[in-house]
């Protein structure tokens, strides 16, 4: 039985981080020694509102002073990733029924490429259950705010990309 500090990955694009996400983060944490959130560098997709690396900056700092979580990019299949942090969990989160067959797909898979893969899933609070990185990506392009679907900090990131005030309504 493996005695180390229970690790788990929560992977995903967080293109931007959402409260969705940040209540997910705070959720695993009592469960989990340390959580890795896991920022995919997808190469193939080029329509990101935030490059990898301004992502990782704004997670950073939207996790500062959580000493228990830290922010890494991977590339590749989760399993290997995993490998190389040394987590066997990964944290998966559940909006609604319409998330569930393709997460489940991707826990299965996972767990056939590495059998000492298990995926957790966390649901989070209903005040954020219809929040999705899409959809807040969406609401600003078309003009909307997105005070209160995503922590100040990517607001203000935001909106310097607009090309408005940092504090604008």
Same mark, same amino acid.
């Given at each position: 039985?493996?005695?180390?500090?229970?690790?788990?990955?929560? %992977?995903?694009?967080?293109?931007?981080?959402?409260?969705?996400?940040?209540?997910?983060?705070?959720?695993?944490?009592?469960?989990?020694?340390?959580?890795?959130?896991?920022?995919?560098?997808?190469?193939?997709?080029?329509?990101?509102?935030?490059?990898?690396?301004?992502?990782?900056?704004?997670?950073?700092?939207?996790?500062?002073?959580?000493?228990?979580?830290?922010?890494?990019?991977?590339?590749?299949?989760?399993?290997?990733?995993?490998?190389?942090?040394?987590?066997?969990?990964?944290?998966?989160?559940?909006?609604?029924?319409?998330?569930?067959?393709?997460?489940?797909?991707?826990?299965?898979?996972?767990?056939?490429?590495?059998?000492?893969?298990?995926?957790?899933?966390?649901?989070?609070?209903?005040?954020?259950?219809?929040?999705?990185?899409?959809?807040?990506?969406?609401?600003?392009?078309?003009?909307?705010?997105?005070?209160?679907?995503?922590? %100040?900090?990517?607001?203000?990131?935001?909106?310097?990309?607009?090309?408005? %005030?940092?504090?604008?309504?």
């Amino acid at each position: 039985m493996n005695k180390g500090p229970r690790i788990a990955v929560y %992977p995903g694009s967080f293109d931007p981080i959402h409260e969705g996400h940040l209540d997910i983060i705070h959720r695993c944490r009592p469960v989990f020694d340390r959580v890795v959130v896991a920022v995919l560098r997808n190469t193939g997709k080029t329509s990101s509102f935030f490059p990898v690396e301004e992502r990782v900056e704004i997670i950073e700092a939207v996790l500062e002073g959580f000493d228990d979580c830290r922010v890494e990019t991977f590339e590749g299949l989760l399993v290997h990733f995993m490998d190389k942090v040394g987590a066997r969990t990964t944290v998966r989160g559940l909006r609604a029924v319409s998330d569930f067959e393709t997460e489940f797909q991707m826990a299965l898979m996972n767990r056939r490429l590495d059998p000492r893969v298990e995926t957790v899933f966390f649901t989070p609070k209903e005040e954020y259950s219809y929040i999705s990185s899409r959809l807040v990506k969406e609401i600003f392009l078309l003009g909307g705010d997105v005070e209160g679907l995503v922590p %100040p900090v990517v607001r203000r990131r935001m909106l310097a990309r607009r090309g408005g %005030p940092a504090g604008a309504r």
